[in-house]
T-cell receptor, first 118, second 114 residues
């Protein structure tokens, strides 16, 4: 079974430039998550989708971050414009049971996209 | 706000030593509990999980964790570590009755010396 696929694995950009990350979840997983992981910290939720619907985007900085999950499968996370403080690893995960339901919370993670903003 | 605390940022052990990593959470309601592991150069993966029932749960590679509700704790243990256990370990809590957000601790880096 193929895992969660993310691209690009690494991205270096200058501040104020835009950047986009792509995620393909495990087939059949309706719930998709984007997490942010800073160095030495645990992952922090940015947004959670159930199918096409963003059910929790309370931690997404909406002034510069946007996300979409068209057709309820692949997802894209965009930052425009990027700031120095956005340097981090952006993790995508999917799950067969939404974390908002009993039995949920078991997430399958991709390898992450490491962003460096210069 | 709900939070998850891991007691140790970096633990260094010799092979065959016993391991216990602490995890405490602040939420008082019904929770699901997890330990995730990230081996060097690999993605985060599930080590073990607790949903209900026996508070002592066993995971992969000889790891186990004990849920103590009265202490809001979910400590990870292994009787004898191996060099291959070198990794970063994250405790996570899911309060599915309150929005279902999975919240991670800050992680504990384990280094096992051969």
């Amino acid at each position: 079974e193929a895992g969660v696929v993310q691209s690009p694995r690494y991205k270096i950009i200058e501040k104020k430039q835009p950047v986009a990350f792509w995620c393909n979840p495990i087939s059949g997983h309706n719930t998709l998550y984007w997490y942010l992981q800073n160095l030495g910290q645990g992952p922090e939720l940015l947004i959670r989708y159930e199918n096409e619907e963003a059910v929790d985007d309370s931690q997404l900085p909406k002034d510069r971050f946007s996300a979409e999950r068209l057709k309820g499968v692949d997802s894209t996370l965009k930052i425009q414009p990027a700031e120095l403080g956005d340097s981090a690893v952006y993790l995508c995960a999917s799950s067969p049971v939404a974390s908002g339901r009993a039995g949920g919370g078991e997430l399958f993670f991709g390898e992450g996209s490491r962003l460096t903003v210069l | 706000a709900q939070s998850v605390s891991q007691h140790n940022h970096h633990v260094i052990l010799s092979e065959a030593a016993s391991l216990e990593l602490g995890c405490n959470y602040s939420y008082g309601g019904t929770v699901n509990l997890f330990w995730y592991v990230q081996y060097p150069g690999q993605h985060l993966q599930l080590l073990l999980k607790y949903f209900s029932g026996d508070p002592l749960v066993k995971g992969i590679k000889g790891f186990e964790a004990e849920f103590i509700k009265s202490k809001f704790s979910f400590n990870l243990r292994k009787p004898s570590v191996q060099w291959s256990d070198t990794a970063e370990y994250f405790c996570a809590v899911n309060n599915y009755n309150q929005g279902g957000k999975l919240i991670f601790g800050q992680g504990t880096e384990l280094s096992v010396k051969p």
